[in-house]
């Protein structure tokens, strides 16, 4: 499975695991735990773990674009947890499309990743 949600914090924080590809698909696990996890407590934080993470298809790059826009404001702080140079930019691509803090990590920082989170 390319996504995989696991909800800290009582919620306040999710942990987003990717691999693989991702496609269109997946979006619709990820989009209503946002959605309902950000309804629940204002704002959430996000961990996202790449690990042998490849990207995206066009389908699922449109609904990760759709999701940026739709919630803009819904997350406060965006740890992204790489392997890859690639990854790392696109911590710096993103920052646009969201108005959450947001920070790269190597992988092998994933609990400084996770401290950050935490320090809310």
């Known amino acids: 499975m390319p996504v ?6 009582n919620g306040a924080l999710l942990e987003v695991h990717l691999t ?26 996000m961990l996202v773990a790449m690990h042998d993470f490849h990207g995206w298809t066009v389908a699922a ?3 990760d674009t759709k999701f940026a826009v739709h919630h803009f404001r819904d997350v ?6 790489g392997e890859t140079k690639w990854q790392e930019a696109m ?14 990590f190597e992988s092998s920082q994933a609990v400084e990743a996770l401290d950050w989170l935490k320090e809310r």
């Open 4 to 9: 995989e949600l696991k909800e800290l914090n």
């Open 20 to 45: 693989g590809t991702l496609v269109k698909q997946d979006y619709e696990a990820l989009l209503p735990a946002v959605e309902r996890l950000a309804e629940r407590h204002g704002t959430i934080d």
């Open 61 to 63: 790059a449109w609904e």
């Open 76 to 81: 406060k702080r965006l740890a992204l947890v």
């Open 91 to 104: 911590a710096m691509f993103c920052k646009p499309f969201t108005a959450a803090k947001v920070r790269y």
